[in-house]
């Protein structure tokens, strides 16, 4: 059994004892609730729960953990599956569909998802899930005490990298980026948005089918952008290396509390880690990923999908509840939430920022969602695995010395083995 193998098995019997527990954990006798299955902890789940309390049967929302896929296999495997599960990878949807754990489901009729989200939930003609939730994932934030004047172009962002890199290296300033490059995800979403810019989107659409060339020219374009800014010397705080052991929440607080760094790039969560760490009252002020152009903004799109499985009448209902463009209201007041609902309108957000960014997804002809997430089987990434490990190893080449010809070759090989072995097309 190969090293990914061990794993894999590892995670699920882990699963299959938190599907033991969690299963055994429901309510009295007679008075089932209807079980929901999330990643979510802490104050994304005590709203999400505010949320399902305005359904008129009783909703226990479980949280999993992160590897939610190794949950619901062994709850599948035990004939105890959830009644819904939420997830942010409509591959693995897809995949779950086509063995038929789910259900179909229709929405509400105030539902209408972007154009570029709404395709992803369907397979041979037939509807899965519904999008509840939406991150917009093409975001640089900055103290606007550090940053009067955020840059415009990608060739912009680079040239004041070099300039505040200079200064850092003198120790005479901060340095200009920090980045949580022990999560590959991270990485993964500098290089999404990058490729969405250079690619376009049929490339980008054909990559995340599976039928594209990872080694094609605009890969490697992508690459080499992510190289000359991330090779910069005195980029990071602590360099290169330090930068592999920095976890994402970490990277935010370089920036917010320690300020060891004037920009961080992430989604719009951000600034939930910003309103707990940030010293004094300065918030971080963000600015769209900048493009080739001022006009060129790629906007990428993360997001949280609720499926029902197979058999479940109460899950087919309390999803297509979610979908209306009501549901989320307990939350959109509280803040900290984007709908992915084009219904949802722009003054039912009281949290500014989401407003700004719900009227950006209602004016994009079409978003780009989130590649990894969407990319199959082990390709998708995990810890130590998939695309993520592979842009680590891409981040450790180009700042480390390695020559950008040589980094690039090595991870476009890298990304091509890997889509074969995961079944893609190319």
């Given at each position: 059994?190969?090293?990914?193998?061990?794993?894999?098995?590892?995670?699920?019997?882990?699963?299959?004892?938190?599907?033991?527990?969690?299963?055994?954990?429901?309510?009295?006798?007679?008075?089932?609730?209807?079980?929901?299955?999330?990643?979510?902890?802490?104050?994304?789940?005590?709203?999400?729960?505010?949320?399902?309390?305005?359904?008129?049967?009783?909703?226990?929302?479980?949280?999993?953990?992160?590897?939610?896929?190794?949950?619901?296999?062994?709850?599948?495997?035990?004939?105890?599956?959830?009644?819904?599960?939420?997830?942010?990878?409509?591959?693995?949807?897809?995949?779950?569909?086509?063995?038929?754990?789910?259900?179909?489901?229709?929405?509400?009729?105030?539902?209408?998802?972007?154009?570029?989200?709404?395709?992803?939930?369907?397979?041979?003609?037939?509807?899965?899930?519904?999008?509840?939730?939406?991150?917009?994932?093409?975001?640089?934030?900055?103290?606007?005490?550090?940053?009067?004047?955020?840059?415009?172009?990608?060739?912009?962002?680079?040239?004041?990298?070099?300039?505040?890199?200079?200064?850092?290296?003198?120790?005479?300033?901060p340095a200009p980026l920090a980045i949580g490059a022990a999560d590959g995800w991270v990485?993964?979403?500098?290089?999404?948005?990058?490729?969405?810019?250079?690619?376009?989107?049929?490339?980008?659409?054909?990559?995340?089918?599976?039928?594209?060339?990872?080694?094609?020219?605009?890969?490697?374009?992508?690459?080499?952008?992510?190289?000359?800014?991330?090779?910069?010397?005195?980029?990071?705080?602590?360099?290169?290396?330090?930068?592999?052991?920095?976890?994402?929440?970490?990277?935010?607080?370089?920036?917010?509390?320690?300020?060891?760094?004037?920009?961080?790039?992430?989604?719009?969560?951000?600034?939930?880690?910003?309103?707990?760490?940030?010293?004094?009252?300065?918030?971080?002020?963000?600015?769209?990923?900048?493009?080739?152009?001022?006009?060129?903004?790629?906007?990428?799109?993360?997001?949280?999908?609720?499926?029902?499985?197979?058999?479940?009448?109460?899950?087919?209902?309390?999803?297509?509840?979610?979908?209306?463009?009501?549901?989320?209201?307990?939350?959109?007041?509280?803040?900290?939430?984007?709908?992915?609902?084009?219904?949802?309108?722009?003054?039912?957000?009281?949290?500014?920022?989401?407003?700004?960014?719900?009227?950006?997804?209602?004016?994009?002809?079409?978003?780009?969602?989130?590649?990894?997430?969407?990319?199959?089987?082990?390709?998708?990434?995990?810890?130590?695995?998939?695309?993520?490990?592979?842009?680590?190893?891409?981040?450790?080449?180009?700042?480390?010395?390695?020559?950008?010809?040589?980094?690039?070759?090595?991870?476009?090989?890298?990304?091509?083995?890997?889509?074969?072995?995961?079944?893609?097309?190319?």
């Open positions: 059994m190969t090293a990914a193998g061990r794993l894999r098995r590892r995670t699920l019997l882990r699963a299959a004892a938190a599907a033991t527990a969690a299963g055994a954990g429901g309510c009295a006798p007679g008075r089932r609730s209807v079980q929901v299955a999330v990643v979510w902890s802490g104050s994304e789940m005590a709203r999400f729960r505010e949320v399902i309390a305005g359904f008129p049967a009783p909703v226990q929302a479980i949280g999993v953990g992160n590897d939610i896929d190794a949950f619901l296999a062994a709850r599948q495997l035990a004939g105890t599956s959830p009644d819904v599960a939420i997830l942010s990878r409509p591959g693995l949807i897809v995949e779950y569909a086509q063995r038929g754990w789910l259900s179909e489901v229709t929405p509400a009729a105030s539902y209408a998802a972007p154009a570029g989200m709404a395709d992803l939930l369907t397979v041979d003609g037939r509807h899965y899930g519904v999008w509840i939730k939406a991150a917009h994932k093409s975001l640089l934030w900055h103290p606007p005490s550090m940053l009067a004047e955020p840059p415009r172009t990608w060739d912009a962002l680079v040239a004041l990298t070099r300039r505040l890199g200079a200064r850092h290296r003198a120790e005479a300033g990485l993964t979403d500098w290089f999404e948005n990058v490729l969405a810019d250079v690619a376009g989107p049929d490339l980008y659409e054909a990559l995340a089918r599976g039928e594209a060339d990872w080694q094609d020219e605009p890969v490697r374009h992508a690459l080499d952008r992510l190289a000359e800014l991330w090779s910069v010397d005195g980029a990071f705080p602590g360099g290169g290396r330090r930068a592999l052991l920095t976890q994402f929440e970490e990277s935010v607080i370089q920036v917010v509390h320690h300020r060891d760094a004037v920009m961080v790039f992430e989604a719009d969560f951000v600034d939930a880690i910003d309103a707990r760490f940030r010293r004094g009252t300065e918030q971080l002020a963000p600015f769209r990923f900048p493009g080739a152009r001022e006009a060129d903004q790629p906007l990428i799109v993360g997001g949280d999908a609720a499926v029902v499985f197979a058999g479940s009448t109460r899950g087919v209902e309390l999803v297509r509840w979610l979908s209306d463009a009501t549901a989320f209201l307990p939350w959109l007041e509280a803040g900290g939430y984007l709908s992915p609902n084009l219904e949802v309108p722009v003054d039912h957000y009281r949290d500014p920022l989401r407003r700004r960014l719900a009227t950006e997804l209602l004016a994009a002809d079409t978003v780009q969602y989130d590649l990894s997430d969407r990319l199959p089987g082990t390709f998708t990434g995990t810890d130590g695995v998939g695309i993520w490990r592979i842009m680590q190893d891409f981040f450790m080449d180009v700042t480390d010395g390695v020559a950008a010809t040589a980094a690039i070759r090595r991870a476009t090989g890298q990304l091509a083995d890997a889509a074969r072995a995961a079944g893609s097309r190319r």
